[in-house]
């Protein structure tokens, strides 16, 4: 498939997260330029997104909402452009706060995967709670159960090894192809493999369900992960955020 197609499939699942996630709580907004949301008592989405190139007018636009929002939102900068215009945000006082990189596999090999590790969706209240109680073990901020629960759009997963709960993961199915969000691993599971049985898992659903591809945004630490699982890598996402005042 075309690589701009693939591109703009991976962004399209991405914002269509944070759009749908912050919809069910009225706090989604839209304009010409950008659209921006949050969620109360939550940590995520929290974004600022740019529908086209951002420029000198539209970055002062966003700084405008982004001082009258009611909590801190981040900006993601996804290199795709042919200008580099992250100059324009530095010099209006962004500042970096982290990288993920975009990627994409297509969706062909399935894995065998262990009797001892079980992937199970969330559908109940005290589920959600133990989903984010694992998150923010894994990633150190918070998403609300609520959301989770109000969400059915997407497919929440606690993940257990030996019966006892080690990860999440969260799906999000675009068109014919999938997004795998949120694969989280509490520091004291890590390094036992846990991650790749996640996706592992979830490949192999995605597999049987007939979907093309699969996409993610990967953080440094998980990227090597997802190269061995055949990912190819697509475009850097920069995040930025102003300083606190």
């Known amino acids: 498939m075309q690589k701009s197609i693939l591109q703009n499939a991976n962004l399209a699942n991405l914002t269509d997260l944070w ?3 912050s919809s069910a709580f009225q706090s989604y907004y839209s304009n010409a330029d950008f659209d921006y949301c949050w969620i109360n008592d939550a940590a995520w989405p929290n974004r600022l997104w740019f529908h086209q190139m951002p420029n000198s007018e539209s970055i002062l636009k966003a700084k405008k909402v982004i001082h009258q929002a009611p909590f801190s939102l981040t900006i993601p900068y996804w290199d795709i452009y042919p200008q580099d215009s992250q100059p324009l945000l530095i010099q209006e006082g962004f500042e970096a706060y982290f990288e993920q990189m975009a990627m994409v596999l297509k969706l062909e090999n399935q894995y065998s ?3 001892k590790f079980k992937l199970q969706k969330v559908t109940q209240e005290s589920e959600a709670k133990q989903w984010t109680d694992l998150f923010i ?3 150190r901020y918070r998403i609300s159960p609520l959301t989770i629960l109000k969400n059915r759009s997407f497919s929440y997963y606690i993940a257990y090894y030996e019966n006892q709960a080690i990860g999440t993961a969260l799906t ?3 068109h014919n192809n999938i997004g795998v969000h949120a694969i989280g691993v509490p520091p004291q599971h890590r390094r ?10 979830l490949i192999n659903w995605a597999v049987q369900e007939k979907r093309d591809y699969m996409t993610l945004q990967a953080s440094n630490m998980g990227k090597g992960l997802y190269l061995k699982l055949g990912f190819e890598e697509q ?5 930025y955020r102003l300083p606190k005042q």
């Open 113 to 115: 995967i262990s009797k």
């Open 172 to 174: 999000n199915p675009t």
């Open 137 to 139: 073990q894994a990633f």
């Open 19 to 21: 759009r749908i996630g």
């Open 192 to 201: 036992k493999g846990l991650a790749a049985l996640i996706m592992q898992q």
């Open 235 to 239: 475009f850097l996402i920069t995040n």
